[in-house]
């Protein structure tokens, strides 16, 4: 599913115009971002967790070169759902 498919599916179930729409799911995914790059998690009740993941610092190869080379310590975006959408998903598979 696309983003402007999200955007005509909540048009269509809320009677609210599409432009709307798409500016709050692009304002909401703006905050999101905003929220991880400043060191914050986001937590949405029901629906699962947007958090930081830190990954230590660790050696690579690069096999074309025949070389290694040191991958700083990073963080990385992760999304955890919550309790309920896992069993949500795992009752609908088919």
């Known amino acids: 599913m696309t983003?402007?498919?999200?955007?005509?599916q909540i048009?269509?179930?809320?009677?609210?115009?599409?432009?709307a729409i798409q500016a709050t799911v692009e304002e909401f995914m703006s905050v999101v971002k905003e929220s991880l790059a400043e060191g914050e998690n986001v937590y949405?009740?029901?629906f699962g967790s947007f958090i930081i993941k830190k990954r230590a610092e660790k050696t690579g190869r690069n096999i074309s070169k025949n070389t290694t080379i040191i991958i700083p310590a990073h963080n990385i975006p992760s999304f955890k759902?919550?309790?309920?959408?896992?069993?949500?998903?795992?009752?609908?598979?088919?």
Do not use: C, M, W, Y
């Open 11 to 19: 048009a269509q179930k809320t009677g609210i115009e599409k432009v």
């Open 44 to 46: 949405l009740r029901g």
């Open 81 to 94: 759902p919550a309790k309920t959408f896992v069993n949500d998903v795992k009752k609908s598979v088919k």
């Open 3 to 8: 983003k402007a498919e999200i955007v005509a």
